[in-house]
């Protein structure tokens, strides 16, 4: 998304970032590598973070939101501080607490890998955050990130990725738990191998109430395969595709959303 840096965060930022990395130089070398325009401004460092996020806003070729996240990422994502900047882990912490606190007044959010998003309109939730976190995902996450940044400038890839993600989730399932791979690596045929090994609850009530919810997955994962089949960008969209409105894509996006949280939790249930 585009749009300005509020003043409030550009407060918190510039000094938690200030005092985390404490060197003209790293500071610099952070901004340019971002993104931020021109030379490094006069001052301490948290004045030099503050005033080149203000020209970050002032600049209509530059994306403010966009360098904002990636100036924050390494900060936003680590779990651990690093030994190289001796901080305390509750240091981080309140660091990291006191920028989300700053989005979350403007209605802004940060997500993993340094987005930047209105608060609530990103499909991917802090509990998928966590499992991205947790091992290699690699691929799922490319495809999560592809979806949310095309979902208002490029619907049909949205629509794309939304289906390549469940496609990813199945087959890490599947590797997973080393069940046998069907010929044809599409989502329908994927979900045909991963749905049998989802245990159903042991009360015979819930189990029956669970497979019917299954049904109706497997009848939305059939839906999201036949969307992408004809309006995704995989396939070739042709000369005139069918037209597709923002929140149809989000709907797509938001169902393999709540897809993979699904098979990762019962994936690492099963683990456990």
């Known amino acids: 998304m585009s749009g300005n840096i509020p003043n409030s965060v ?10 985390h990395y404490y060197s003209h130089s790293k500071l610099e070398t952070l901004f340019m590598e ?16 503050g005033e080149w996020l203000k020209r970050c806003n002032d ?16 900060y936003m994502d680590q779990e651990l501080p690093s030994s190289f900047f001796d901080e305390s882990p509750s240091r981080v912490e309140e660091g990291q607490e006191r920028i989300k606190a700053a989005l979350a ?5 940060y997500r993993l890998n340094g987005y930047i998003t ?64 069907p010929n044809k690596l599409n989502v329908m045929p994927l979900w045909a191998v991963v749905q049998p090994h989802l245990s159903l609850n042991a009360d ?29 960008s995989a396939h070739g969209r042709g000369s ?9 894509a989000r709907l797509v996006v938001n169902v393999a959303h709540t897809m993979v949280v699904f ?5 690492h249930a099963k683990k456990a």
Do not use: W
């Not at 007044?105 to 959010?109: H, K, P, Y």
């Not at 819930?206 to 997955?217: E, N, P, S, T, W």
């Not at 005139?240 to 149809?248: D, K, L, N, Q, Y």
């Open 118 to 181: 209105q608060a609530g309109s990103t499909p991917i939730s802090k509990t998928l955050e966590d499992y991205l976190k947790s091992g290699n995902f690699s691929s799922i996450e490319k495809e999560f990130e592809r979806a949310v940044e095309h979902i208002q400038t490029d619907p049909h890839a949205s629509v794309t990725a939304a289906c390549s993600i469940i496609e990813a989730a199945l087959k890490f399932y599947i590797e997973r738990f080393n069940l046998v791979a």
């Open 10 to 19: 550009i407060g918190a930022v510039a000094s938690v970032i200030a005092s």
């Open 204 to 232: 015979d009530t819930l189990a029956a109430d669970q497979h019917k919810v299954l049904k109706g997955i497997s009848s939305i994962i059939d839906g999201v395969g036949a969307f992408r089949s004809h309006i995704g």
């Open 34 to 49: 971002s993104g931020a325009p021109g030379y490094a401004p006069e001052g301490n460092c948290e004045r030099k973070c």
């Open 263 to 267: 098979i990762m939790e019962v994936l």
């Open 240 to 248: 005139s595709p069918p037209s597709i409105v923002v929140a149809e």
């Open 105 to 109: 007044q403007n209605q802004l959010s």
């Open 59 to 74: 600049d209509p070729d530059v994306d403010a939101l966009e360098v904002l996240g990636r100036i924050i990422q390494n």
